[in-house]
């Protein structure tokens, strides 16, 4: 029998009471960190929101009941002759603001270890209580592309309606689960509006912070959402993150040669088709071809796991 999910967080009174004048329906941005974000795209977006939307703290949740601290410890500080500082885990929701003044919720911090099923109920709780029409998730996956071309993304929702205007790049593939995952197939099977965006990160960025994934992560929220998330504020961490790229890449010959033969088979394959990838009439391949050649590059670079 599941415990209470109520009793894993507290709303703050005052930050409800505010959002509670504000009519709804809401939308909710969900960015929870997970064991796979290529580029650090989730961890980027999630920067710039807090950081241009003036949050507010909504919700906070248990932690000491859903971490698993020696799997994932915490950072302590220690100074000369004592700890000075402890780095304490977040799980928590905020309020924010778009450019245009606009409310929405964002769920941010560190994926719980435990009680999966009882975190999932305590969201749907918060998401009837504040009138939340759509959630919308983002994070990056590593995938055989390069940086040079235009970035993809694999999109999912609750229902097919929601990602109708996105290309199928998988058939049926089985992946180790996450937290985010399970959320959205429960809140799916309760009649609840959610979807996701996995970027397609250049799979040798993978372990580098690639802003530009951030970006694309954003600029499709914004499409689901309708909020004007301010995207071009991460346009000076891109020309920067493109400048060293393109230094790493001019002093290695290896990096370069890998590169061009991405490049090579994405235009051939673009040719093919008889134009760009990301056109709406675009001759792609099947989605089992696309998921068996994903499936051969995990294998080969992560033992054969990936995350949606």
Known sequence: ?????????????????????IPGPHSMVHVVRGFVDAGSAGQLATEHLLRTGDPKRLVTFDVDQLLDYRSRRPVMTFELSSWSSYADP?????LLRDAHAEPFLLLHGAEPDVQWERYVAAVRQLVERFDVS??????????????TRPLTVTAHGTRPELVAQHQNWFGSVQVPASASALMELRLGQNGHD???????????????SYPQAAAAALTHVERATGLDLR??????????AESEIARQIAESDEVGAIVHA??????????????????????????????????RFLAQQHGGEASF
């Open 1 to 21: 029998m599941m415990l209470d999910p109520s009793e894993i967080y507290e709303i703050d009174p005052q930050t409800a009471d505010e959002f509670d004048r």
């Open 90 to 94: 977040v799980l928590a929701i905020d």
């Open 134 to 147: 759509r959630l919308v998730g983002v994070h990056g996956i590593p995938m055989g592309v390069p940086h």
């Open 194 to 208: 959610a979807l996701g965006f996995a970027v397609h990160v250049p799979h040798y960025l993978t372990q580098s």
């Open 231 to 240: 995207v071009a504020g991460l346009d000076p961490a891109i020309r920067e």
């Open 262 to 295: 991405m490049e090579e088979q994405y235009d051939s394959f673009a040719r093919a088709a008889g134009q760009g990838l990301l056109a709406d009439d675009a001759q792609l391949p099947t989605a089992d071809e696309l998921g068996d050649e994903f499936e």
